[in-house]
């Protein structure tokens, strides 16, 4: 069964884990306070107790019925073949495009299969930013190196191009690093880090990140709840930042439409877009739009799942419908309903390819009430 966290909000929280939520019941209580991924820094800690982490995280991720995805930072010439329970790897210190397709191909060498977040933090990775997205799954803004490697006068700038061009790509994007730093010893944090956090949701970022705040810090669990707090407020604004996306392709289309009907005064309101997903493709292509409404991402899949958890509005939400009990829909919205994310009378346009549970391209939209 899958469970929507306490604080419904839609901007994504990544909390780094450390030696200051380590234990079972404080990851429990960052997962019911709005965390959604959890990341590692390779560079500390040996190997062993990563991997202790992570099966922690999953195990109170399975308790709590709440769905969460693991990234692993790892320095741009060392890859730890001993982890192997994560969803992305964010590659640091990257100049350009090749750094990633070498890292793809030493996965593929390793027949290992995920997605990998570029780290923005240099000049050269900013010159480079476009042919970087062609290959790249996800982005992150590491503003402290890219803070110091580049004039800080244009580092807000910088900030704002990356998330663009992350959306308009259709990848996900995480805005990090000081965000709330005075909640290592803080209870409560500056007024500039409370419109920094403010900032970087309308700028419209998917996910905002916690560093050592949840690592390190005095104050984890209230970090990542004023974080969440800040977010779900200046989601219900209607002041996200908007961006020519265009339509190139058939998804494209398809998506720029259901997202037109979310944002419509029809005489039956959207409740929710439902997509079926193998890949998350269509889904993160939906994000893009920052609805007001949850995209609720069906999959058989559950690592394509986690990888979700990073995409902004998304609700990843596990079926196999491939079995012969969801032949039809019904079975689906019956689920959707005693789950909590649905109710009797409910509209909702669905994206999907010839058949709801078809393999291929999205080409399709059905509008149905429950």
Known sequence: MEKMQKIDKR????????????????????????????????????????????????????????????????????????????????????????????????????????????????????????????????????????????????????????????????????????????MTKNMTPTRAEATDVANAVFDGTDAVMLSEETALGNHPVEAVMVMAKIAKFCETTGELRTINLGAKTLTDALTESAARMTKDDLDKPIKAVLTFTRGGTTTKMMSRYRLGVPIIAISNDKKVLNQLCLSYGVIPYYKDFLTEAYATEDPIFSDLKKDGLLHSKDTVVVVHGDSWFGQGPANRLSVRTI
Not at 81 to 87: G, H, L, N, P, Q
Not at 97 to 111: C, G, P, Q, V
């Open 11 to 182: 901007t994504k929280i990544v909390a780094t884990i450390g030696p200051a939520t380590e234990t079972e019941k404080i990851i429990s209580k960052l997962l019911l306070g709005g965390a959604n991924m959890f990341r590692f820094n390779m560079k500390y800690s040996p190997n062993e107790w990563h991997n202790d982490k992570i099966a922690k995280i999953r195990r109170c991720a399975k308790r709590l019925g709440i769905r969460a995805g693991i990234i692993i930072d790892v320095p741009r010439n060392d890859f730890l073949v001993e982890i192997t329970d994560f969803d992305y790897i964010a590659l640091s210190y990257l100049k350009s495009a090749k750094d990633i397709i070498e890292l793809k191909n030493r996965l593929r060498r390793r027949k290992i299969e995920t997605k990998i977040i570029a780290k923005i933090e240099n000049g050269y990775a900013m010159t480079e930013l476009n042919n970087i997205i062609e290959v790249a799954d996800g982005l992150m803004v590491a503003r402290g190196d890219l803070g110091r490697e580049t004039p800080i006068e244009e580092l807000a700038f910088f900030q704002k191009k990356i998330v663009d061009a992350a959306r308009t790509a259709g990848i996900p994007v995480i805005v990090a690093t000081e965000m709330l730093y005075s």
